[in-house]
């Protein structure tokens, strides 16, 4: 056995070379050329939208421009991770995030390049945009989402829940469905109702929601709407795009539910409806600037603010834009919340800690 | 090559020593005028909930060890020891829910059964029924679902053992007047124990390594928790702190197991034993066990993958260059990753088996950790790691990065399949040969290489199809430009699309069944 050992070690000397030699092919394959390639001719874009329509939005900015997008999309945490990993040698130009908290975390991070642009300032209204200072802007909001409710014909008087504040309740008991309370369009609507009512009102609020539950909270928002529909929740909170995408759907089944159920524009003349926004600013390290400057300029105009509003059923931000969306058209006109990016964002934690002492799963 | 070795195996540990320094250097990311500090994230976590989804967790292992303990061993105890109609199609596809991602199963179960869903809707509309059937989103709901995903792992291992072993065994039981199955319970599983333990703790790893199946099935385990941490607190330091500690109760699980094992060590099976003869039953005895296995794949396979067609001929077959990229980018790294990761084991493996060194032994059971660890941790884990050598930006240029979480994740999958293998062959082989004249080379090439051949092919086919399915590793350390079908499953499901991504999860189900169909075959033949 011994000899044997001994005379397996040259062969195995050689095998062992394989680790280094896979380590190595491994790193190396793949390179993209890319990251070579001209200042400005590729933008390098780290996105949270996750949505399938934006494929149109990014392959008209390649054929008006000539510029090539990369692409990573992950969820908003992942990529600040990423990011933060990443460093000063980071190849991210542009950042697209889809919650506000996120947002103002990103900034406060310091993940953002303030950049100066006479069309973004000009097409961005104030409140959407991140405050400038001496070096510029930070972020840009490029679409808003609102939060409202659903609710089924047959089963609640839509003035009992008109208001967020309405859905806890006693008299809703055992018909309010949301999804998540650790989700962020939850936090970030938390987050807004401890900044329009106090810690102490939202903490009951919390507990009343709890109270009132259907069911414990899981699923997505369509899942919220669907549940409605079937008869299992009576009312739901649901992102107004989803509620949107319902509406122009043409399956049977689809036209089926929307049949059973009514919308709610909450709180229209108590303090607003809560709107979330989908924004992103340049990188703090940026290795195409100019490119990415570009390409948020691009995401202003017309064209792009049109493909955000008909794909993914989005509220432009741009004035005046017209929209050819039937779906949005019909959801109407609203008063909007006036609670500022910034507390949404410093309140999330408080949001998160609030729900899970209520038992808000 | 004991260096080598040893280098190999830390390098595929250092992001565990990237989490461990990021939990002791850690501080969390700054946030409100109200953030508070990890300890408070950590008091906080444990005073309101954390209790809860540690309940979760055990609750969610428990009822799926059962579950993968009745399926698996039930299935290959008809398997490897009756004949009854339709036996030889079921014993390979008994395996076929392999190719099933947990999370595609969680979507199909729950769209299919939920109250909006469906069967609840025709039987609401049709048959006036008024009562509410149980939610499928449930924690009754996900064990079904991990069990019907997970329990080929213990069909598997158990099978093998039972084949090697119940022949003799049996007979000899029948001689001391026992039924059979008294001389089941008393005589062959506590024999197969080291291998069905092995199976089980195969697929409770899978299950506390999920987060996608199980969020969506509403519930919140230990990872809901970290992520919690993570995501809604921004305290990496908290959830790196939470990832150690489901880390450490994974590896005292595991020592616990090879302590068990250590103990319980059988005589090898002899080369010359005779195969089993498999009894043939008739009359109701053959239809149970007919019923038993035909439900198992109804369940588990027959019915998921109808609903999945389904879901497929509702949104038409759209292939368009997206798809095709998917797809390219899914084989090529899965095929990539498993070749590499066989190279890898076979390495391991020689090293510890030349040198015979106890530390090489214990460097490879350590491996063994990466496959507990849960995607997204892992994922982190890399990140501190690539940030502390500041080499992060690597990995949107190159798919070395996301090789190597693979590697670390899946290895021992393979490493697993390979140091079986290389038990069978023995020492006196090895001596045998070189009395012959054979030189280390030709002996290698000429024994030990067709001798390994199914274990290579089966660590390769596990590997492949792990990657495939892969998730959270790779959504978070991706390069550019680089979305698999599994990613693509996941954005077109976080977009709340479930009818567009019936395609490319049927494509992940049915390039994963291509390995499998071999792996079963290789099976078949092996009778």
């Known amino acids: 056995m011994h000899e044997i050992r001994w005379a397996h070690s040259s062969v195995l000397k050689k095998i062992s070379l394989i680790p280094s030699l896979v380590f190595g092919l491994a790193i190396t394959l793949g390179s993209s050329p890319n990251h070579a390639a001209e200042p400005n001719a590729v933008l390098n874009l780290y996105s949270a939208r996750h949505y399938q329509t934006d494929e149109a939005l990014y392959a008209n900015f390649t054929k008006s421009t000539g510029i090539k997008i990369n692409r990573i999309e992950a969820d908003d945490n992942a990529l600040l991770e990423r990011l933060n990993s990443e460093g000063a040698k980071s190849p991210a130009d542009v950042i697209l995030l889809v919650d506000a908290a996120r947002l103002w975390r990103a900034q406060v991070n310091g993940m953002f390049r303030p950049i100066q642009s006479k069309v973004l300032d000009q097409r961005i209204p104030a409140n959407l945009r991140a405050k400038a200072d001496a070096d510029g802007t930070t972020w840009f909001g490029f679409s808003t989402r609102a939060r409202i409710m659903v609710y089924n014909k047959d089963r609640i008087k839509p003035d009992d829940v008109n208001t967020y504040e309405k859905l806890a309740d006693p008299i809703n008991k055992g018909k309010v469905c949301t999804r998540s309370g650790s989700h962020p369009y939850m936090l970030s609507l938390v987050g807004a109702l401890i900044e329009r009512d106090g810690t102490a009102a939202t903490e009951k609020w919390a507990k009343g929601m709890v109270a009132n539950m259907a069911r414990a909270p899981k699923g997505g928002d369509t899942d919220q709407i669907r549940a409605v529909a079937s008869g299992e929740c009576a009312v739901a909170l649901t992102n107004s795009y989803y509620l949107a995408r319902l509406m122009r759907s043409t399956k049977p089944e689809d036209i089926a539910a929307l049949a059973k159920l009514g919308h709610i524009w909450p709180n229209q003349n108590a303090g607003g409806v809560h709107i979330n926004i989908s924004g992103g600013g340049v990188a703090k390290n940026a290795p195409n600037p100019q490119a990415a400057v570009k390409f948020l300029e691009y995401l202003a105009s017309d064209a792009a603010q049109i493909y955000l509003a008909d794909g993914n059923n989005e509220w432009p931000v741009v004035a005046g834009v017209k929209l050819d969306n039937p779906a949005l058209k019909a959801l109407g006109p609203y008063q909007v919340e006036k609670v500022s990016v910034a507390a949404i964002g410093r309140n999330q934690v408080a949001a998160q800690r609030i729900l899970d002492q209520a038992g808000f799963r | ?465 792990d990657v495939m399915k892969e998730l959270p590793a790779t959504l978070l350390l991706r390069p550019f430009n680089l979305d698999t079908l599994a990613v693509a499953t996941y954005q077109l499901a976080a977009d709340e699309r479930l009818t567009e991504l019936a395609l490319p999860a049927l494509s992940i189900v049915l390039v994963g069944l291509l390995p499998v169909i071999l792996l079963s075959r290789a099976i078949a033949q092996k009778r």
């Open chain 2, 1 to 465: 090559m004991r260096i080598s070795s040893i280098f190999l195996a830390l390098t595929l540990n250092l992001p565990i020593l990237g989490l461990i320094l990021a939990a002791l250097l850690g501080q969390p990311s700054p946030i409100g005028s109200d953030g508070m500090v990890s300890g408070s994230t950590l008091t906080h976590l444990w005073n309101y909930v954390l209790t809860d989804y540690i309940v979760t967790t055990l609750l969610l292992c428990f009822g799926v060890g059962i579950g993968v303990f009745i399926l698996g061993v039930g299935n290959a105890w008809l398997i490897a020891n009756y004949q009854f109609p339709g036996k030889a199609i079921f014993e390979w596809a008994l395996i076929l829910p392999l190719a099933v991602p947990a999370y595609v199963m969680a979507y199909l179960f729950v769209d299919f059964l939920q109250h909006a869903g469906p069967v609840q809707t025709m039987l609401r509309e049709n048959l006036g029924l008024t009562m509410s059937l149980p939610d499928p989103r449930s924690l009754g709901g996900a064990m079904w679902t991990f069990t019907m995903c997970l329990y080929p792992y213990v069909y598997l291992v158990a099978r093998t053992s039972f084949l090697d072993r119940s022949a003799r065994f049996m007979e000899v039981a029948e001689t001391l007047g026992y039924t059979s199955v008294e001389a089941f319970i008393k005589l062959v599983l506590p024999m197969a124990r080291p291998a069905i333990f092995t199976g089980i703790a195969l697929a409770l790893m899978e299950v506390l390594a999920d987060f996608g199946a199980v969020s969506y099935f509403g519930l919140q385990t230990f990872a809901t928790g970290i992520f919690k941490a993570w995501l809604s607190f921004g305290d990496r330091s908290a959830a790196v702190h939470l990832s150690l500690m489901l880390l450490s109760f994974v590896l005292m699980v595991f020592y616990w197991e090879r302590h068990n094992r250590a103990r319980q060590r059988y005589a090898p099976t002899n080369t010359n034993t005779r195969p089993a003869i498999p009894k043939r039953l008739v009359g109701s005895h053959a239809l149970y066990a007919f019923l038993f296995c035909a439900l198992t794949l109804i369940f588990a396979f027959i019915l998921p993958m109808a609903v999945l067609f389904d879901l497929v001929s509702e949104q038409g077959l759209e292939m368009d260059s997206r798809y095709w990229a998917w797809l390219k980018n899914s084989l090529s790294l899965s095929a990539f990753t498993a070749i590499l990761a066989v190279l890898c084991a076979l390495f391991l493996a020689y090293a510890a088996r030349l040198t015979q060194s106890k530390t090489l032994q214990g460097v490879n059971r350590l491996l063994t950790v990466g496959y507990a660890l849960p995607g997204a941790v892992l994922g982190v884990g890399i990140l501190s790691l690539l940030g502390l050598l500041d080499i992060a930006w690597l990995m949107s240029i190159s798919v070395g990065v996301l090789v190597y979480a693979y590697l670390i994740r899946f290895l021992s999958a393979g490493l697993q399949s390979i140091e079986t293998g290389l038990t069978r062959i023995t020492p006196a082989m090895d001596g045998t040969a070189a009395l012959l004249g054979a030189k280390p080379l030709e002996m290698i090439w000429r024994i030990h290489l067709p001798l390994l051949k199914r274990s290579v092919l089966t660590a390769l086919l596990f590997v492949f199809v």
